[in-house]
């Protein structure tokens, strides 16, 4: 487009980019959240990369990759870091520390919540013919339901993640838009969304975002068996 500063080939990598900055901001600022940030960057990684490429790519957006492909850099690269943020935005944010309070890990808890959560897409998706978005919805509510059934005292930190990393995504939507018009006119499949925006954002990736954090908040503290408590200077 003649009026945009950033060809829209470019505009989800520099979006990615945004991210890992913050990613790194975190990163280097707690080193006490280092290793669960990397754990969870890394999940979130390998499980986004799998479902971008054989579901969300489908019916719910198509970015425009470096490469052309149908996933590229830049969705390993938002997994990586939506997954690193999100663990540890609220810890950073309330100034929280984690601390062990039992020796064992719930290793068969987590594989069998990710497990279920596959299953349960699979019907949602392929058996009842709804879309990726609708799927996914359903599948971090349940996840995120049962998280916190399992440890009530991490609801707070659920919900003020999925609040906080709603918000930190909207200026990057917005500035993408700015810097390369049409970019969201131009990358999601909007006859398979509701047409329902808030400031030009589709409402699908508002409550995407909002329960990404949902769940991974308390996903790293279930699963290590890690409480929190404010940081005492």
Known sequence: YTNSMLPLKYAYLLGTIIFLIIWLILYLHRKDLRKEMIVMSMLVAILGMFSEYLWWTHDWWRPQTI?????????????????GIAAVLYEELFKKRMYKYKSRNHNLGVSSLIILSYLIF????????LNSFIATTAVQLIM??????LRKDLIYDALMTGFCLTITSIPIYLLLEYLSPNFIENTWVW????GITFMKIPIEDLIFYFLTGFVIAPFYLYWKSEKLRK???
């Open 67 to 83: 490469t052309g492909t149908t996933i590229g850099i830049e969705d390993l690269l938002l997994g990586f870091t939506n997954g």
């Open 122 to 129: 699979i019907i949602i998706f392929y058996i009842l013919k």
């Open 144 to 149: 995120g339901v049962i998280l916190i059934l």
């Open 191 to 194: 006859a398979n969304l509701s």
């Open 231 to 233: 940081i005492s200077y």
